[in-house]
Structures are given as C-alpha cells and as structure tokens.
C-alpha cells in the first residue's frame, strides 16, 4: 500500500512555502507510521521479526491523515480557480458570509485558507473547473460523508478496508486531473501567447512557476503542449526540457 499511496505527491504541488511543506509532511510520515502497523513481516533495528500485536492495532486510522492529504490537494485546486479564474471564485462566494477570523477566504494566498470553507463547499468550488454536479454530490456522499460520519467521530468505526478506501480516493484524484487538463491547457496556450522569439525558456518557466499550484501532474500536462508548440524554435524547445528535467529532479527530493 506504500507505494500506491505515494502517488499522492503528484496531485500536490511541486512548489509550497515552509509551512505547507511542514504539514504535508507531518500528514504524510503519520500516515507511514499508521501504515506499518500492516508490515507483519517487518524486523526491527535488531534484525528480529516484530511480533508485539500492539503495533498492529493502528492501520485501519491511517486513512484519515490521507485524508486530509486528499483534502489538501483539491484546497490547492481551488485556489488555482481564485489565481486562473478570480470572478467565478468570488461570485461562487456571494453565497458565504465568512466570520471575521475566515476572511483569508476572500482572497486566499494559501490552500491552507480554504480549509475555512467546509470540506462540501470546497467540493462545490471544483464546479467552477468543471467538475460535473453528479460528481461533486458523489464525491461529497462517498468522502465527507464518510469522514464525517464514520472517522472524525468517536462512533465506533473502525476501517476493516483501507486500501479500497485509499483506491477510492485516488479515483476521484484522476477524476479531478481530467477536469483540470482544460485549465492546464488554457494556462500552456497563455503562456505561448507571451512568448516571444529569443527569450529563455528556463527563464520564462522559472517566473511563471514562482506563483503556480502546479502538481506533477499539472506540469506535465503544461509541459506537454509547449513541447508540441511549433512557435518555439530548437533552442526555446531544449530549454523548456532542460527545465523540465529541473522539475523532475525536484520533484523527487
């Protein structure tokens, strides 16, 4: 389960300031150690099979730091519609009345902002980018409901099925992706337009990702097209791989 969970970094951003890497970390290596709780087969520092039945006893909760993983990257999806699609974020925002101490919403700098919105409304915002209702009512039947009735609460529950639970999760990840490659695309043509003959492309791409949410994902959607563009001529083209290649170096730290 490990490694099918760590496809979740290519639905977060390439780029995040100190204090979102500090969270998704921390989400990420409680999850880990929930996850081993599964790893029966596992020796400890002395080489011994671990046998304390104690350590076992935690894997089914390893699905809510996920969660809130998930979470985290459809908050970085809605900001990008406040950044690509302002209007619509703040017409979509007509219908809320933030409290004094939720008024980072208006104008978010962070996805951590967007968690002020309850996890249904976010749902909702990815309507914006063309998620389509049926999807965002399942999304909302099938996650927060789930969370909010069965793992947020002392009620009990214990998830006997993590990795179906996880499958889940990224099903609606990929559902999210393929609404999003319109807008990935929207944001390649841009660029394209502003491209002028001679300028660096490492240069142009280096400015243009200072402000972006871009995910793995996202990037290679984005670097895709300019690498079909044939306005660039072989230098601007070499440019935009050596910036990817940059990228995935990243990436992978």
Known sequence: MYEDAQEIFGYLPIRRDTSENDYIN?????????????????????GFAVEDKSLFMGRSF???PFHLLFMLAIQYKVLRIYKEQKEKYELALTTKNPRNGEKDILAPESPLAI??????EIVDFLKIAGLSADDARSIKKSIVRYRNDKIAHAKGYIEQDIETKITEYFGWLETLQTVYRQMNQNVADLWLSEVEIGDDMEQFLEIHFLDSCFSPRDFGDI??????????????????VNKGLEMVRLMKK
């Open 62 to 64: 390893a699905v809510m």
């Open 223 to 240: 670097i895709g097209t300019l690498l079909e563009a044939e306005q660039l001529d072989f230098d601007q083209w070499s440019q935009v």
């Open 26 to 46: 921390h989400l990420w290596q409680s999850f880990l150690l929930l996850e081993k709780a599964d790893r029966r087969g596992d020796k400890d520092e002395n």
């Open 115 to 120: 968690a002020f919105l309850g996890e249904s």
